[in-house]
Nanobody, 123 residues
């Protein structure tokens, strides 16, 4: 059973930065990892992903230019660097593996999910 664990969430103010981390019980080196955001009362949305075998990344319009997905393969970690955070970025952030990550597309179906980490943006 694959386990994913997110960390790094917390309380931030608009305009600040935050880095979320995701690690897995299996080797993430050759897989695609997706990041998802679920705002309060809304459906979960794919916001970015990375193909760890070649570094290809995709970002949704809502985070493009503000968030960056990267990986540290020796540490088996994937990160979501959040910059210029907005109030609407509040919610739970999940990482997932086993889905499709393309240059202009992020698949909706992913096989394994973490439990999520909470980010609250407040003034």
């Amino acid at each position: 059973q694959v386990q994913l664990v997110e960390s790094g969430g917390g309380l931030v103010q608009p305009g600040e930065s935050l880095r979320l981390s995701c690690t897995g019980s299996n080797d993430l080196k050759y897989t695609a990892i997706g990041w998802f955001h679920q705002a309060p009362g809304k459906e979960r949305e794919g916001i970015g992903c990375i193909r760890n075998n070649n570094g290809l990344t995709f970002y949704s319009d809502s985070v493009k230019g503000r968030f960056t997905v990267s990986s540290d393969k020796p540490k088996n970690m994937v990160y979501l660097q959040m910059a210029n955070i907005k109030l609407e970025d509040t919610g739970v952030y999940f990482c997932a593996i086993g889905g499709v990550c393309g240059s202009d597309y992020m698949g909706p179906r992913w096989d394994y999910w973490g439990q999520g980490t909470h980010v609250t943006v407040s003034t």
